[in-house]
C-alpha cells in the first residue's frame, strides 16, 4: 500500500515534488482529454454501443476524475476542445 504521509519529507523536496506532480497531472489530462476529443471526432463510441461519450467514458474508465472530463464537459466546450489541442504544446 503507498503512504500518503509526507511528515518526513524535506521542505523543498516536498515543493519540488508538489510542483512536478502538478506539471504531469496538467500533462496527462491535456493528453486524455486529446484522446477523447478524438474517440468522439472518429464516433468509436458509438461503433463500441455506447450511446453517447458520457456513456462510454463512465464505462470504460468510470474514475471521478473521467466523469468531470466527460461528463460535464459542456458543449460549448467539446466543440471548441479542437482549437485547444492544436494550439497546446503538450499534445502531441
Do not use: W
Request: net charge positive; with cysteine; charged share 25%.
Amino acid at each position: 500500500m503507498k503512504s500518503y504521509l509526507r511528515t518526513n519529507v524535506a521542505d523543498e523536496t516536498l515543493l519540488r515534488n508538489s510542483a512536478r506532480r502538478h506539471v504531469c497531472d496538467r500533462m496527462n489530462t491535456a493528453e486524455l482529454l486529446a484522446d477523447i476529443g478524438e474517440i468522439e471526432a472518429r464516433s468509436l463510441h458509438l461503433k463500441a454501443g455506447y450511446k453517447s461519450l458520457h456513456a462510454f467514458c463512465m464505462a470504460e474508465y468510470g474514475s471521478p476524475t473521467t466523469r468531470r472530463c466527460c461528463g460535464s464537459m459542456s458543449p460549448a466546450l467539446r466543440a471548441s476542445s479542437p482549437q485547444y489541442f492544436m494550439r497546446s504544446p503538450t499534445v502531441k
